[in-house]
């Protein structure tokens, strides 16, 4: 039994914000990617005592999220993407399960630890109008190949909206983050300082909660049925708004397929400058209220 399993450093316990922690420069950048790779290790010692033998542990972060030297044998380890690749290597192979490790919740959220999608820039993603997080984004995927996701791990807000794409889905949160402001007005610079706070379990308590959750997840899999989503009917339209940047306005990027998630995300990526008017939600998220 082959297991994927995307990880990400922003929803992982003992990392505390973005600019120390999750970029290469950072002072504890080192120290993120160890309670990252542990807390995988967690979720690959449950897995295993609920029977599963493979895993391909794919790397999220931008800058690299995983230590290989402390990673589990069992799993083989994959980062950076040739270009066109969009499935971040779930066609690579076959997989009977999907899980995440480390995840944040999507841009906005209320009460989520290190909240945003993709980069601090943007506002919104949403796949034919639903709001999808970096999660979301990649379970559609995942349910268009016909592979369930069955544990998700990070913040309390992020089990949140895991569980409510995904009902009966197992979720661990490791921590729980304070900040009730969305913080949509912010400019990207602000925003990154800006969803930093939060009440963190001991990262030895995270590893007992994931590797328990792990292993109740797979078996729960065997038995019940969860992990797919409830596609939209197509053509599909992916969007982001996107924060003003730079030189750069408010701006809507789009990616469209008649038919396929997959072909969606492998599509040419084309820039829409929102027009600004003050009564469209749309530009109040990006400009604030
Ligand atoms: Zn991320």
């Known amino acids: 039994m082959r297991i994927y399993i995307m990880t990400d450093l922003e929803g992982v316990a003992g990392v505390q914000q973005s600019l120390d922690w999750c970029y290469n420069n950072g002072r ?42 402390l990673l589990n044998p069992a799993a083989e380890y994959v980062c950076n993407w040739p270009a066109g690749e969009a499935s971040f290597s779930l066609t ?27 980069n601090m820039g943007v506002v919104e993603q949403a ?15 995942a349910t268009e190949l016909g592979i369930r996701a069955i544990l998700a791990t990070g913040c309390e807000a992020f089990c949140r909206e895991a569980q409510s794409l995904l009902p009966g889905l197992e ?17 990207k610079d602000a925003y990154r300082k800006h969803n930093i706070s939060a009440i963190h379990l001991s990262p030895e308590e995270a590893r007992k909660r994931i ?63 929102m027009p600004i008017n003050p009564a469209d939600p749309a530009i109040r998220k990006v400009i604030g209220s």
């Open 28 to 69: 504890y950048y080192n120290k993120a990617k160890e309670f990252l790779t542990m807390e995988v290790n967690a979720a690959i010692e449950g897995f295993i005592e609920a029977g599963a033998t493979e895993f391909l542990v794919a790397d999220g972060d931008g800058a690299g999220g995983i230590d290989q030297l």
């Open 92 to 118: 690579d192979g076959k997989f009977d399960f999907a899980a995440w490790v480390g995840q944040h919740p999507m841009a906005g959220t209320a009460g989520g630890h290190i909240s945003h999608t993709g």
């Open 127 to 141: 796949v034919n109008g639903i709001p999808v997080g970096e999660f979301g984004d990649l379970v559609f995927l």
């Open 171 to 187: 979720t661990v949160a490791v921590k729980k983050g304070t900040q009730t402001d969305p913080g949509n007005y912010l400019s």
């Open 211 to 273: 590797r328990e959750g792990a292993k109740r997840a797979l078996g729960r899999a065997k038995k019940e049925d969860f992990g797919l989503a409830k596609l939209p009917a197509p053509p599909y339209v992916r969007t982001r708004i996107m924060r003003a940047d730079g030189e750069n306005p408010p701006r809507i990027i789009k990616q469209s397929h008649p038919s396929s998630i997959l072909e969606m995300r492998r599509s040419a990526i084309s820039v829409e400058v």
